[in-house]
């Protein structure tokens, strides 16, 4: 092996050392607690601000919402009267939509003749319809879970599971926010979504690239995401039903709840207003994006992971250059700038949400120990020796050493 | 509202159907003429559709201007949030009053 008097590999192949243990440091705090909340937060913005806008409202996919006002002429609210219901899935049949999905869960008898309406509407529509249906995970009691799959039965129509994702956060109290769509139900013959399930009917083999979902903001010409009706406004007299029914045509037309208390959950878009979205209405984004096979991703670990030792090895060499390394503050205000700009145009352009509070952790900590990489060579060096002349890897050496080290930790002399 | 007279009761070929409002003087169901100048005031909407393009909006006040024209800016629904947000702490069985400043944890559908 060739002679190093100075020391030049050693302390290049530590720095090399320094740039991994560091990547996989600021990786590993990504995944976990605040840095991940940080993580959501700032995506959200991007989500909120930057999502798709389109010229005018979607082509393809409409509500018909049930709202307090709807339920107030009726003397329980909950269960909805499911003759109601049925009279709602007439008259937007009548309007010839491309089909319809019912965005409710029947799990209990409620008057005999209303369910026996209900059921012949479902069946005798001349539309496809969509059901939504849950499982055990939806926490029902088993009398409930039992109702509802022979309501399903009895239906005769196809169904798709209603569940959203929501990610926890292994150390805190997760956000409770709707970020993702949830994989098919295996134990029940590979069940589909809801949206998955009403999307393949307007555009066949429409399946989620990736789980993200991609939201749609409002369009560009000031109209509403979709074609949006009251249930109320279609119960009433047909004179006054009738101008609304042409939006309906060709349309997958999702029948939900717009409720104050009820199936209302936060969103990547509720960062902007902490407004809560009714379920439905994430029902008809999925469906939506499916439809116009628009996705979102973000990276998995191996690509976060040569992000991120790009951006350390890239933050190390500025840090360490002759010239560039003079001006830490000004490398530490542009790098962040061209981090949150390569957010966007990522965003934008190539449909991936990247982590931009690890890559900023990342990039700050480079430039942090760039500069001092011979102080920490030298000390980890010196712990090596410490290491090799007091014991090897007896356990009272490394009690020793660590109460040493957090002591003058302690005392900001380290 | 500029122009009452621009308000009828039937949709006609280029109509703006009022499907919800709480605008003084424009009432729910009124049909108004696509160049009908709107004077929404502030904390105060409606709702249409546009004919024969059947497509709906939310116009938020305040604004002035027709229908067609009302085109918020992407950035028109950031707003402070409320410092604080109330939870119901009980089984409501009515309407609450208080809707705007309500978080409610999300149930099961109904």
């Known amino acids: 092996m060739a002679r190093d008097p100075n020391g030049n590999v050693r302390r290049r192949l530590f720095g090399a050392l320094t740039v991994i243990v560091v990547a996989i440091g600021v990786l590993l705090l990504s995944k976990i607690g605040y840095i991940q909340d940080a993580e959501h937060w700032t995506a959200d913005w991007r989500t909120a601000l930057f999502s798709t806008r389109n010229p005018s409202q979607h082509e393809s996919v409409a509500l018909v919402l049930i709202t307090d006002e709807t339920l ?84 005769k129509r196809p169904t798709g599971h209603v569940f959203f994702e929501r990610k926890t956060n292994a150390f805190g109290i997760s956000d409770h926010v709707i970020r993702e769509m949830a994989e098919p139900i295996e134990s029940v013959d590979h069940q589909q979504s809801f949206a998955e399930v009403l999307a393949q009917i307007k555009r066949k083999g429409a399946t989620p690239h990736t789980p993200r979902i991609a939201w749609l903001l409002a369009p560009r010409d000031g109209s509403q995401t979709f074609y949006e009706v009251e249930a109320s406004d279609l119960l009433g007299e047909p ?55 628009r996705w979102l991703r973000t990276l998995n670990w191996p690509e976060e992971f040569l992000m991120l030792l790009g951006i350390i090895f890239a933050g190390y060499a500025a840090s360490r250059h002759r010239k560039l390394g003079a001006f830490k503050s000004t490398l530490a205000w542009v790098g962040s700038t061209s981090l949150v700009i390569s957010g966007f145009v990522a965003f934008n352009m190539l449909n991936l949400v990247l982590p931009y509070t690890s890559a900023l952790t990342a990039w700050l900590t480079a430039l942090r120990i760039g500069p001092r990489l011979e102080k920490i060579h030298q000390k980890f060096a010196a712990m090596l020796r410490y290491i090799s002349t007091n014991g090897g890897l007896r356990w009272t050496t490394y009690y020793h050493l660590g109460s040493t080290l957090g002591w003058r930790l302690w005392q900001g002399r380290l | 509202m500029a122009g009452t007279a621009l308000i009828s009761t039937t949709v006609a070929y280029s109509d703006v159907l009022v499907l919800n409002s709480d605008v003084p003087g424009i009432a729910k169901r009124s049909v108004l003429q696509d160049d009908a100048v709107l ?38 629904g950031v707003t402070a949030k409320p410092p604080v947000e109330l939870d119901t702490g009980t089984t409501a069985n009515q309407r609450p009053q208080f809707k705007n400043n309500l978080t409610i944890i999300p149930d099961t559908k109904p």
């Open chain 1, 72 to 155: 107030d002429s009726y003397p329980v609210r909950i269960p909805m009267d499911r003759g109601m219901i049925a009279k709602l899935i007439r008259v937007v049949a009548s309007a010839h939509p491309a089909a319809i999905g019912i965005d409710f869960v029947f799990v209990r008898p409620t008057v005999p003749s209303a369910d026996a309406e209900l059921l012949s509407a479902i069946r005798e529509a001349d539309v496809p319809i969509v059901l939504g249906s849950v499982d055990e995970r939806a926490g029902l009691i088993p009398k409930q879970l039992q109702y509802h799959r022979q309501f399903l039965a009895a239906a």
């Open chain 1, 239 to 293: 004179e006054d039903a009738a101008p609304l029914l042409p939006g309906l045509k060709d349309k997958i037309v999702l029948i939900g709840s717009d409720l104050v208390d009820l199936d209302r959950h936060l969103t990547p878009l509720s960062v902007v207003n902490e407004a809560r979205m009714p379920g439905v209405k994430i029902h008809a984004q999925i469906v939506a994006q499916l439809i116009d096979d």
């Open chain 2, 39 to 76: 004077d929404v005031p502030e904390n105060k909407s409606l709702k249409v559709i546009l004919k024969p393009s059947n497509v709906t909006k939310m116009i938020k006040g305040p604004y002035k201007g027709t229908a067609k024209d009302y085109a918020p800016s992407a950035l028109s």
